[in-house]
Structure formats: C-alpha cells, structure tokens
C-alpha cells in the first residue's frame, strides 16, 4: 500500500541520526577497565558505539542505506583519552564551501595522542559532507544548517541533521569549538566569535590566541548559539575565505584549538603564551555605493587599521570609464573583506571592527547585523 504524505517523515533515518537521544547518549563510562586507563575511567559510549580509553575511533554519524542518508552521511571521529577529564566538541564543514575548516578539523585529529589525553574530543568534521563534496555551501535541499538548530526531529531534512548535530554535542560536550571560514568571495582575518554572556566562552576565545576577538551572540538558529543557550561554552574560530585552503589559517586554527585544550586541562603544553587579543564591540559594512557597481580593487591589505576617509578600494565602470572610490567612515581594523570581483550596489566589501577597551569586555555588544548583511557566524 503507498504510504500517505504524512507518513513521510524519515523514520529510520531520524532514528539513525537521532541515536543520541534515543538511546539516551550521554558520556557515561563502561564498568571495565582497559589496560593504562585511570580508574573509574572506563569506554565512552556514543552513537551505540564503545570507544576504549586511549583509543581513537571513527564511524558514521548516520548508517542506514537509504536515498535521503546519502547526503548526509557524514563522520564522527572520537578520541578518547587514557585519563579523566572534559569532553570538547569540534565542529566543521556545516557551510560545503568552507573546505579549510575541515582541514583544521583533519589536523587536530591526527595531532591528538590518546594516551596523552585527558578527557575526550568529539570532532563531527564534515557535517554537510553533500556540500563539501559539490563545493556547494547549502544542504542538499537548498537549506543553511547554520539557520536550524537546534533542529526539529519531524523536519525537513536539514532541520533532522541539525537536531542530531545538537544533541550530540549538548549530550556529550562541555565545550564547543565551531569552525568557519568567510562566505561568498569575502576573506577574514583569523578571529573568534563569542557571545559576552558565558565566562568560559570568554576564556576559551582568549586561550585560543587568534589576536581577534569579536562579541555577539550570533544569529538565531546558528550552532553556536543555541548551543551557548543550552549551557555549553561555544566559540567560533572563522579565517580566510571559501572553496580553497589556506595553509596560515589552518596552522592558527589547529594551535588554537590545542591552546584551548590546554587550557582546559586536556593537554599538557606548556609555556605556551597568549597573545594580545584585539577585542571589538562593534563591527559595521563599507558597501557598494548607489549606482557604483563594476569591477571592484581592494587597496588594504586584510587586518590593516583605517581611519575616516581613508581609500579603501576602487570600483571601476567598464564600458563608461568611471571609477567610484570606497571610503571608510569610521576607524577600526579590516577585519573581513571581499575579494577581487564584480559586485553591484549594496554589496557588502569591507567589515570594519571598532575596538573597545579590553578591559571590560564582558559589558562589549556587537549590534544587530544591518538588513542585507552577509552571514557573521560562517
């Protein structure tokens, strides 16, 4: 008999997905001991899987073989330390087309010595792993994941993946560490983000050592910060641009999350020294200017300090040899910008950050987006 329209709800691939709650996932410990573990430190169990002490593991997140699991059947890898400690979350490739994210994600793994470890590390490093694959920035069904959490259980098919995703790591995770790049030819000078709510969260943008700090809270429906307001300490580390590697980027990323793990007590790495972090309040746009569409030329460098009405970059008409300059307003530092391309009014250039007083950081608000922004947060 055909199944009715209501019935199309992805039964075995939310329940696939869904593991963690169904099963009640939660970072519990088996009764045995392995051999060099500490004890009372025993297996971690996730996703209905058992991970030794001193041992890594890779798996599926999703393992039914269906239509709708191909295009999200994505990888958890686990490292699960010899000694007790914190559990920390990683998360990449949420966005298909911020590929240096996941290659952040691929060299903190092989970093990590399990036996040196103290807790346990949850790396969900291709989550649109149908968009990495096309190069294509959306889920398959055209959705931003980074939009849908905490995700619905009878959703669409991206909004299922989003509530997986967070259940895990609001399960599982103390900490959460969300990895992006800039979007749409724009490139971004490494930096975090971080709601000024959380103290921890705080402390984790200042150990990760980027230089750039940016507060807010983030977009509603992004990852981190529904998982901020479900009490785990979330951060995002977002440098270079899409579709390519940037090897800079990675090396800052990958020493960052280690910085933080040590931090946390994870690792033990000493003497490792914590720059000064830049820290904004406040970030605003230098756009295209009515009717000054063309050919577009950045003349600052990304990171570079501006003051009002300094040349930023230059517009070039073709076909009616115009050239329409683009001026900063204010002061700060290039902290985003896009790239060399065609662009039209309204196209958002320069992402100028307006410093505070790093001394208070906790009463720093970054404002709303202004209508038309690009995404903050990947």
Known sequence: MQASKTDIRF?????SILRVAVAGLVATVALAQEPGAVPGWGALQILDRSVAPGSKSMFPLAEDRNFDSAFINSSVWVVHGAQAGPSLCITAGIHGDEINSVEIARRVFSSLEPEQLRGSVILLPMINLSGIRSGERYMADRRDLNRLFPGRRDGSLSSIVARGVFELVTAHCRAL????????????????????????????????????????DGPRGSLRREASEAGVDAIIYEAAGPHRFDAEAARVGAEGVRSVMAWMGMLDQRGATIPF????????????PNSGGGFFFPEVEIGSRVKPGERLGTI????????????????GTVIGMAVPQIVLTGYALFNIGIEGSDLFPGLMLEPAPEPGAPEVDG
């Open 277 to 288: 972090n830049n820290i904004y309040r406040r970030t605003y746009w230098e756009r295209v």
């Open 177 to 216: 560490i969300d990895l992006h790049t800039g979007s749409f030819a724009r490139t971004n000078v490494p930096q975090i983000r971080v709601t000024s709510e959380r103290p921890g969260a705080l402390d984790m943008a200042r150990h990760f050592g980027s230089g750039v700090v940016v507060l807010g």
């Open 11 to 15: 039964p075995r691939l939310l329940a």
């Open 316 to 331: 070039y008409a073709p076909g009616y040899d115009t050239e329409t300059p683009v001026l900063a307003r204010r002061s």
